[in-house]
């Protein structure tokens, strides 16, 4: 199997990612199995930071390497929190911060759409002229009150359209199919099975 390291140490994301890259002959590990700290994030957009972090865990390993970054954006805030979406409460980060401030933004607005948005990055060498970067969106809008035990961050406030429910309450797999995570996963995936 052709060695791929994963630019983040969330257990989550390397089990999801190793089970479906597998099938191409990918083993997916975490940048920690090799000393790799985590990249600076210095960008204002999605695809600049994951390229980043792909590029990063790259040059240090000088293996093949896959990044992520994404995050929230709702429409009558211009795109915030955006790339900020995991520290838009403030340091340290919390989930419970993030939220409050989100509501405390849309207050007395009546525009309350939003999408997320995830920007995958894979490096075959940190020089790559030309790597593969695949993006995915889901479309909502941010309810007032937090709903549902499932998903982390803004979850529980994003209103599935057609569903009723939220991010929160959705079952994991069909949160995994109609994500944006799940969406540009899959044509990742597709990429892949064209040869990359």
Same mark, same amino acid.
Request: charged share 25%.
């Given at each position: 199997?052709?060695?791929?390291?994963?630019?983040?140490?969330?257990?989550?994301?390397?089990?999801?990612?190793?089970?479906?890259?597998?099938?191409?002959?990918?083993?997916?590990?975490?940048?920690?199995?090799?000393?790799?700290?985590?990249?600076?994030?210095?960008?204002?957009?999605?695809?600049?930071?994951?390229?980043?972090?792909?590029?990063?865990?790259?040059?240090?390993?000088?293996?093949?390497?896959?990044?992520?970054?994404?995050?929230? /954006?709702?429409?009558?805030?211009?795109?915030?929190?955006?790339?900020?979406?995991?520290?838009?409460?403030?340091?340290?980060?919390?989930?419970?911060?993030?939220?409050?401030?989100?509501?405390?933004?849309?207050?007395?607005?009546?525009?309350?759409?939003?999408?997320?948005?995830?920007?995958?990055?894979?490096?075959?060498?940190?020089?790559?002229?030309?790597?593969?970067?695949?993006?995915?969106?889901?479309?909502?809008?941010?309810?007032?009150?937090?709903?549902?035990?499932?998903?982390?961050?803004?979850?529980?406030?994003?209103?599935?359209?057609?569903?009723?429910?939220?991010?929160?309450?959705?079952?994991?797999?069909?949160?995994?199919? /109609?994500?944006?995570?799940?969406?540009?996963?899959?044509?990742?995936?597709?990429?892949?099975?064209?040869?990359?």
């Amino acid at each position: 199997m052709k060695k791929l390291v994963l630019a983040s140490g969330n257990a989550g994301k390397l089990r999801e990612f190793g089970q479906l890259l597998a099938p191409f002959d990918f083993e997916v590990l975490p940048q920690s199995a090799f000393d790799v700290p985590e990249a600076e994030e210095p960008h204002i957009t999605f695809v600049e930071n994951a390229i980043a972090k792909a590029r990063h865990a790259a040059r240090l390993t000088g293996l093949p390497a896959l990044a992520d970054d994404s995050g929230l /954006c709702v429409s009558a805030l211009g795109g915030a929190p955006g790339v900020f979406s995991a520290r838009y409460g403030g340091e340290p980060k919390s989930d419970a911060k993030n939220n409050a401030r989100l509501l405390a933004d849309l207050a007395g607005v009546a525009d309350h759409r939003a999408h997320y948005v995830a920007v995958l990055v894979l490096m075959r060498h940190a020089d790559d002229p030309q790597p593969v970067i695949t993006e995915g969106e889901w479309h909502g809008e941010i309810i007032d009150t937090p709903r549902g035990a499932g998903g982390f961050g803004y979850d529980p406030y994003f209103l599935v359209p057609g569903t009723g429910l939220t991010a929160a309450e959705l079952p994991h797999e069909e949160k995994n199919r /109609c994500s944006h995570r799940g969406k540009a996963l899959a044509l990742l995936i597709e990429r892949l099975r064209l040869g990359m």
